[in-house]
């Protein structure tokens, strides 16, 4: 499946990745959203979880780099980057959100920064848009 955008941001920050997703599509768009892929749902946590408990569940998980689900999460969020020709960079975001970001801008997506950076970030010339918020992305679709 291709997609038009892929959304990445902090789990801990699910709700407004969810809300953000579910916006782009009543516009019409198709959009992944790593919180609600099924390797995700699986096993990070469902959809009603809180993100923070169900993070602290991940970020603990013993052997993690041996680990089956770890690999389906990887191996099915990096597919659907790759079939996506936008990717959107919620802030707040992690450690994993910015290796992603810099994924697609080495393949060539058009990358899309949404939320207040506090501070100058050089590598953030990555993004070819920038947005303070949703609401303000969101009026340009």
């Not at 969810?18 to 469902?46: H, M, P, W």
């Not at 959809?47 to 993690?64: C, L």
Request: charged share 30%; hydrophobic share 40%; glycine share 8%.
């Amino acid at each position: 499946m291709n997609y038009d955008y892929f959304v990445a941001g902090k789990y801990r920050n699910k709700k407004n990745i969810l809300d953000l997703a579910r916006r782009l599509r009543q516009k019409g768009k198709s959009v992944y959203c790593f919180i609600e892929s099924a390797a995700s749902l699986n096993y990070v946590g469902k959809i009603h979880d809180d993100g923070e408990n169900a993070m602290q569940r991940f970020e603990n998980v013993e052997n993690w780099w041996n680990d089956e689900g770890v690999k389906e999460v990887f191996i099915t969020d990096l597919e659907a980057e790759k079939a996506s020709k936008n990717f959107i960079l919620l802030l707040p975001a992690g450690k994993s959100v910015h290796i992603e970001a810099g994924i697609a801008y080495g393949l060539g997506k058009h990358c899309i920064l949404v939320g207040k950076q506090e501070t100058t970030e050089s590598l953030y010339l990555i993004f070819d848009e920038r947005y303070d918020t949703p609401d303000d992305f969101l009026a340009t679709i």
